[in-house]
């Protein structure tokens, strides 16, 4: 390898402008001619809207035009869709609620768009979005998923009865309960997840513009994944053919799923632009992006689990209710079934799993996939209960696990997953060696003699990532393939353009797919330059989310590199009168092993280009494409240890330690790993500590902004201590697994287990506040 | 934010002159950390702001032997790093040292955040601990008189807070609990032996209607001015702010926890 290539911490290339104010966002976007639009959103949960009168507010200064729901319905201006479908278990399709961009006849959530004025400048959009009055016939609204199922709840849609949106199941429940029937102890909990708000550092925002003289669309918009917002857009919205539509999401301020969706503004600014036939720019402020940005989580979950008088667990059964807020938002079908149930199996060996999932519409804001998507409500309930049954069993946390390792590979699960290899005892030995776990109780003691409590929490977690096979999640429901494409173009002095579907938005992805290319020819990372993010310059590609970006896009790009490369060797051997078998690249030159001929890197290139000297019949040029499709996901796992001191006399928690020992497979740049757990960690314990969203009973957002949303700061967490261990993927070129989320899906549970070993009161829900805290010790005493 | 219009005057009558006769509604403007936060959530909508940070006469801070005054438009940030209130009136500086993040500290001042009485302000709790003295363009009020309830003030329309004033506390202590989310107050206690023996016990962040003295507390204090004095009382509930963040028995049981935390710190 060169020195920048796999497994190299080399520093970030995108740094530079990040860190000195020099990136380029949407909202610097600026086009000639450019307006500003604002949206008209409603204040209610649930109400009717019985009209719109706009005549005051098209008096305002600098109003150029306001558009509401009916005429985007009569423009034909298509419904939100759900890219996935999930069926019930009685085999019908899930119940869509019709979700329109804007809002014409009801409005079923706090800030749902019903209007947007276009306006010269953003404050005047404003000042008359607020005199567009909008007659509103109040409804009772719901906002509890529980609540929603109950009898006589207030109903949201006509299409979907009780509120159900889908009652799915996974797994043979008859031989998950006659398991637990017949088991010496059941470990029973009720498991809340609760909603987060995603909270990325830029809100979104998109510029629609409408070029009437090409009769062509450009959309600047907030995307982890443009060329799937094209493809929506065109086909099923209708704002915009897609071959005359050109999508670009340039820098992007972290998305963490939420910007994964296409939302009704982009639509709106676009289909505004058309009918106004001047550029429309929308930024969401914060207060929007509490109300509108697709919120995560938002479970309750009954759970048994059922152990053998060996302790060995013989069965599972998983009772789940998802809370979808008011409509189904892209992936939010996926999300708390297929990415949820089928990793219920955790790192044990189960031989019986049954899990039920009704899926909930409630006056919120839409849920979907948020960092983890899915996979930390799995982590969480299967985590805190193995902990609870081994607190119940009276064996230490670490000897119950062990005990149910799955330790031979490949193993087939009862839901779905095949983990294809692992090493669940290596990450738990080294987590519990580097958190010391051997010397805790005499820490636990001193800490007594200080009036605190110790507690130490353990969550050995497994996910899958890389996704994900098209004929698999086909089969499953997913309305579209998820493999990767990319495009190797090397120009004729030698430096490197590499064009990928993936979309990077903090991931560092400008750096560690150049290491592809350091590693591969030996060249510097600064000559490789990342193309992403342009449905005009990009080949069609599935985006980022899932952390699916290493294994499946640079999989991609691996294949494509392959393509290269031996194109490139064909060159040099008829060039250097060798034979092809014999050269090799390395350090940016082009050899016959063994002798001393050899060609320079950019040679091989510039002849590729000038035509000169190639093989009878091959083509001139260097530039090659590949699509991979992954054969599976893939299975990073880890142990996480998180040791706390509780302050009994406030409930305040500290973290003194926390330790991760993660199985990532291969690695191409430590630091960006380290970085990515760092993160992750950091959203985790935010939701295990800090972050609830709360809505009142009138479906009112109360914490719609950070005086009330308590989001992690670097003073609420410790010194990481991260351990990365190395089982090398089976299934993808690189061997690698994926590092995105883990940080996010393992470290809830270790930091609830820890609070409520310290405190003896195993009633604990998430965040676990000062207060809730102070209450679970009280209750307990 | 709306429309607005800005003036910035160079004396407290040019500033009095502007609040009169603006057209709708004139505000003052200090530090801005409090009011811009609101104009931008269009919660507020003066149509001129009359900007005090550029008066030479609200700026400053005098030090004379036990005697402190601090001019309205002082930042938090040079009331925290001032030698002289950091030797008279260590808890003081540490006080202000501790409001919110350098940000807020180097734009916000003590004359704005005394105007507003935000029932989680931390300085309301020191001043009335400590017995301090408000002094506006037209007269001088003690903390007891000035700081009426939630957000209210005995501050007339057209009345400037040009500065507070204190005679440094023989010993004071600061404890801050923080909310989570705005790290703000959730209860923050000052304790003060004054000069003439009596104590003060100023809360804030905690009670329904603002900043208070907990009296019961001064009381049992001066005989001993340590935290185990406090061990026999209870914090009255219904006097406490109950919200998503906290019960107001949590509240009552945070007050006496933070207060034995200031006296342990009192110095
Ligand atoms: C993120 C953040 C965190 C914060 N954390 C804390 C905290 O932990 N503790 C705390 O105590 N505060 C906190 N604050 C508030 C901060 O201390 C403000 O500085 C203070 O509340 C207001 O002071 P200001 O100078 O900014 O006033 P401004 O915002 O300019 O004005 C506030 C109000 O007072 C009026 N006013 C201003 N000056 C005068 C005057 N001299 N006479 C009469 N009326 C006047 C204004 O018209 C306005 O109505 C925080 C603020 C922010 C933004």
Redesign the pocket.
Known sequence: MGVEGIGAKVLRKEDRRFITGRGRYVDDMSVPGMKHGAFVRSPHAHAKIKGIDTSAAREMPGVIDILDGQQLKADRIGNLICGWAVSSKDGSPMKMGAYPALADETVRYVGQPVAIVVAETRAQARDAAEVVMVDYEEMPAVVGSEAALADGAPQLHPEAEGNLCFDWEIGDEAAATSAISGAAHITRMKIINNRLVPNPMEPRAALGHYDPAEDHYTCWTTSQNPHVARLVMSAFYNVAPEHKLRVIAPDVGGGFGSKIYIYPEEIVCLWASKRTEVPVKWTSDRTEAFLTDAHGRDHVTHVEMAFDADHKIVGLKVDTKANLGAYMSLFSSATPTYLYATLLSGQYDIPAIYANVKGVYTNTAPVDAYRGAGRPEATYVVERTIETAARELGLSPAELRRKNFIRSFPHQTPVIMNYDTGDFEATLEAGMKAADVAGFEARREEAKGRGKLRGLGMSCYIEACGIAPSKAVGSLGAGVGLWESAEVRVNPVGTVEILTGSHSHGQGHETTFAQLVAERFGLPIDNVQIVHGDTDKVQFGMGTYGSRSGAVGMSAIVKALDKVEAKAKKIAAHVLEADEGDIVIENGEVKVVGTDKKLGWHEVCLGAYTGHNLPDGMEPGLKEGAFYDPQNFTFPAGCYICEVEVDPETGTTEIIQFVAADDFGNIINPMIVEGQVHGGLAQGIGQALLEGTHYDEAGQLVTASYMDYAMPRAWDLPMFKVETLVTACTTNPLGIKGCGEAGAIGSPPAVINAITDAIGNNDLSMPATPEKVWNAIHAAS | MYETSYQRPSSIDEAIKLLGDGEGEA???????????TMKQRLAMPSVLID?RHISDLKGISVDGSKIRIG??TT?AEIARHDGIKAAAPSFAYLAGL???PA?RH???I???V??F?P????PAALLAIGATIHTNTRELSADEFFLGMFETA?EENE??TAVSFEAPQAGGWEKFRNPA????MCAVFVAKRTDGSVGVGVTGAGNNGAFRWTEAESALSGSFDGSALDGLTVDEGAMMSDIHGTSAYRANLTKVVAKRALAKAK
């Open positions: 505000k003052l403007l200090s530090g801005g950390m409090t009011l811009i936060p005090l309205g438009a938090h409001i919110g993040d807020v734009m916000g001042t004359g704005g955040s105007a507003n935000d989680a302000a931390d300085y501050l400037i807070v705005s790290r703000y107050a």
